[in-house]
T-cell receptor, first 117, second 114 residues
Framework: DTGVSQNPRHKITKRGQNVTFRCDPISEHNRLYWYRQTLGQGPEFLTYFQNEAQLEKSRLLSDRFSAERPKGSFSTLEIQRTEQGDSAMYLC???????????????FGPGTRLTVL | AQSVTQLGSHVSVSEGALVLLRCNYSSSVPPYLFWYVQYPNQGLQLLLKYTSAATLVKGINGFEAEFKKSETSFHLTKPSAHMSDAAEYFCAVSAFTGGFKTIFGAGTRLFVKA
């Protein structure tokens, strides 16, 4: 169990550019979640996958945001035409299948901190 | 619908003193409740969780929390604070709706004075 990894850890971009983040979950976990955390706030749910299927999306996930998990393993989160309001920490978490000992517990990666200038 | 309220955005205690971080939740279905800790520029680490078993839950680093349904509370305690406990603490609630979408509180920053 090597934990959830996220890359890059930090990203600085100019307004209007596109950015993509990657999340590698714990290998046996089939559920993957994305959250956004702004300064002084708790994480806010964005979307989650069960295997390769995206099952739920938050209203926070505007049309400029897209997430994929093509083979049910790693996931990417892309933000198009970034805005200064997108500056935040983007957290990824994973959990196991229903009935598994850790199905109800999400394990978080270190996050990707995005700064939009 | 679910929600979490953490009472007090900042809590300051002396080293060796009792730590009490308050959390109240709202859930339309039996909830799963969690406490996570976050150190600067890091992700969230699970401290403990309640999943409908024992109401007093023990976690890592000497922390524990008690689920009180009548009070809709899940307060976090530690008998004796250590300097290394200084961090941000998040209470969270989730319920199974095909997946476990988790709702987090705004967090409580714990300061520990020498």
């Amino acid at each position: 169990d090597t934990g959830v990894s996220q890359n890059p850890r930090h990203k600085i971009t100019k307004r209007g550019q596109n950015v993509t983040f990657r999340c590698d979950p714990i290998s046996e976990h089939n559920r993957l979640y994305w959250y956004r955390q702004t300064l002084g706030q708790g994480p806010e749910f964005l979307t989650y996958f069960q295997n390769e299927a995206q099952l739920e999306k938050s209203r926070l996930l505007s049309d400029r945001f897209s997430a994929e998990r093509p083979k049910g393993s790693f996931s990417t989160l892309e933000i198009q035409r970034t805005e200064q309001g997108d500056s935040a920490m983007y957290l990824c978490a994973s959990s196991g299948t229903s009935g598994a000992p850790r199905a109800d517990t999400q394990y978080f990666g270190p996050g990707t901190r995005l700064t939009v200038l | 619908a679910q929600s979490v309220t953490q009472l007090g955005s900042h809590v300051s205690v002396s080293e060796g003193a009792l730590v009490l971080l308050r959390c109240n939740y709202s859930s339309s279905v039996p909830p799963y409740l969690f406490w996570y800790v976050q150190y600067p520029n890091q992700g969230l680490q699970l401290l403990l969780k309640y999943t409908s078993a024992a109401t007093l839950v023990k976690g890592i680093n000497g922390f524990e929390a008690e689920f009180k349904k009548s009070e809709t509370s899940f307060h976090l305690t530690k008998p004796s604070a250590h300097m290394s406990d200084a961090a941000e603490y998040f209470c969270a609630v989730s319920a199974f709706t095909g997946g476990f979408k988790t709702i987090f509180g705004a967090g409580t920053r714990l300061f520990v004075k020498a």
